[in-house]
């Protein structure tokens, strides 16, 4: 059954650094690839999908993932943390079941 | 914008007694899902429904759960005699097509006391 972990359940940056959130997926097909935020006390909200179209995916909030099938990687990145990118980060992947899988989050702390 | 709704946010309940949880998907999505997330864990997949049959369960979505689609809106998690461990934040999704976007509702939060 497919699968993702992220490393670092928290990881804090300062206003204007860069993030970068990992995400390593296990999957027995080609994966479709999701993050997903989670702000404090809402439901998750797409930020970005894989779905085998171009590896660099662009979604919204200036985040922008890359996949990288030689590393099993789907790192979330933004060039520029804003006090609002707090929150908590899912990875997830689907197969052909479509059943999504997440991973156990990452929260991430932005610093003035 | 169209979205996912669920109804209670906070349902509060004895052990031993049976829940609904209540969803209405986007009214043309064809997908939905239901999902758990224990306070301070991750997201579980727990269903999906197509066509009025699930399509997938995970190993967690035993003779416990069960879920309906009622009438032409709503998609329903029942769980009969409700555990301690079954107190969490329950999501419902839904998705227009197959491995498209799953747009999540807000939730509802269960605790079992």
């Not at chain 1, 933004?78 to 997830?92: I, N, V």
């Not at chain 2, 004895?14 to 009214?27: A, H, N, T, W, Y």
Request: with cysteine; glycine share 6%; proline share 4%.
């Amino acid at each position: 059954a497919q699968s993702v972990t992220q490393l670092g359940s928290h990881v804090s940056v300062s206003e204007g650094a860069l993030v970068l959130l990992r995400c390593n997926y296990s999957s027995s097909v080609p994966p479709y690839l999701f993050w997903y935020v989670q702000y404090p006390n809402q439901g998750l909200q797409l930020l970005l999908k894989y779905t085998s179209a171009a590896t660099l995916v662009k979604g919204i909030n200036g985040f922008e993932a890359e996949f990288k099938k030689s590393e099993t990687s789907f790192h979330l990145t933004k060039p520029s943390a804003h006090m609002s990118d707090a929150a908590e980060y899912f990875c997830a992947v689907s197969d052909r079941n479509n059943d999504m899988r997440f991973g156990a989050g990452t929260r991430l702390t932005v610093k003035p | 914008e169209p979205e996912v709704t669920q109804t209670p946010s906070h349902q509060v309940t004895q052990m031993g007694q049976e829940v609904i949880l209540r969803c209405v998907p986007i009214s043309n999505h064809l997908y939905f899902y239901w999902y758990r997330q224990i306070l301070g864990q991750k997201v579980e997949f727990l269903v999906s429904f197509y066509n009025n049959e699930i399509s997938e369960k995970s190993e967690i979505f035993d003779d416990q759960f069960s879920v309906e689609r009622p009438d032409g809106s709503n998609f329903t998690l029942k769980i009969r005699s409700t555990k301690l461990e079954d107190s969490a934040m329950y999501f419902c999704a839904s998705s227009r097509d197959y491995h498209n976007e799953q747009f999540f509702g807000p939730g509802t939060r269960l605790t079992v006391l």
